[in-house]
Antibody, heavy 122, light 108 residues
Framework: QLQLQESGPGLVKPSETLSLTCSVSGGSINSNNFYWGWIRQTPGKGLEWIASIHYGGRIYFNPSLKSRVTVSVDTSKNQFSLNLSSATAADTALYFC??????????????WGQGTLVTVSS | SYELTQPPSVSVSPGQTARITCSGNAMPDQSAYWYQQKPGQAPVIVIYKDSERPSGIPERFSGSSSGTTVTLTISGVQAEDEADYYCQSSDSSSTYWVFGGGTKLTVL
């Protein structure tokens, strides 16, 4: 059974970079058929897709966040990561990592991590 | 930016049918997906590609599409179905994935 687990600081100072890692177990991140994505949830804006990455390096971004987002994959550790620069209070959210198929085989976000709460505050 | 519109809340009595709608301009050309989220848990996909049901999802969950609106139907609602439901789709590029604002289903 595929499992995803987010990790990272729960508190980030304003203007600093929010960094999270998603560890994948029960399956390989080196799959041609899947992308690995980040989604966040806030009470005010609901669920917001941030970005998705393929192990081969192709990345899709939410245009509204693209200028501040970096995503990467570490195949040796079966992990992928998110960096969100210049964090503000508006970035305070529950962050999920999730898997989905590629564009031609998209069947939804079928596996999710449990989520990790990140608060941006001084 | 592309937006999907859902009603904030729907209430039904046990055994009745709940219908949750989701509207978006690109819906005629893009598939829709539905997720159930219970408090403190991650979302779980209950419908994919408008009307397909993943394994393990009860048959009482179904989906349909008509024009710019898609509908999640839960027949014979049970108390355990009380949750937030989110629709998800993409814009015309197919690479910008968007969620609706969510609908809280209350089982009276």
């Amino acid at each position: 059974q595929l499992q995803l687990q987010e990790s990272g600081p729960g508190l980030v100072k304003p203007s600093e970079t929010l960094s999270l890692t998603c560890s994948v177990s029960g399956g390989s991140i080196n799959s041609n058929n899947f992308y690995w994505g980040w989604i966040r949830q806030t009470p005010g804006k609901g669920l917001e897709w941030i970005a998705s990455i393929h192990y081969g390096g192709r990345i899709y971004f939410n245009p509204s966040l693209k200028s501040r987002v970096t995503v990467s994959v570490d195949t040796s550790k079966n992990q992928f990561s998110l960096n969100l620069s210049s964090a503000t209070a508006a970035d305070t959210a529950l962050y999920f990592c999730a898997r989905h198929g590629d564009v031609l085989r998209f069947l939804g976000f079928d596996y999710w991590g449990q989520g990790t709460l990140v608060t941006v505050s001084s | 930016s592309y937006e999907l519109t859902q009603p904030p809340s729907v209430s039904v009595s046990p055994g009745q049918t709940a219908r949750i709608t989701c509207s978006g301009n690109a819906m005629p050309d893009q598939s829709a997906y539905w997720y159930q989220q219970k408090p403190g848990q991650a979302p779980v996909i209950v419908i994919y590609k408008d009307s397909e049901r993943p394994s393990g999802i009860p048959e009482r969950f179904s989906g349909s599409s008509s024009g710019t609106t898609v509908t999640l139907t839960i027949s014979g609602v049970q108390a355990e179905d009380e949750a937030d439901y989110y629709c998800q789709s993409s814009d015309s590029s197919s690479t910008y994935w968007v969620f609706g604002g969510g609908t809280k289903l209350t089982v009276l």
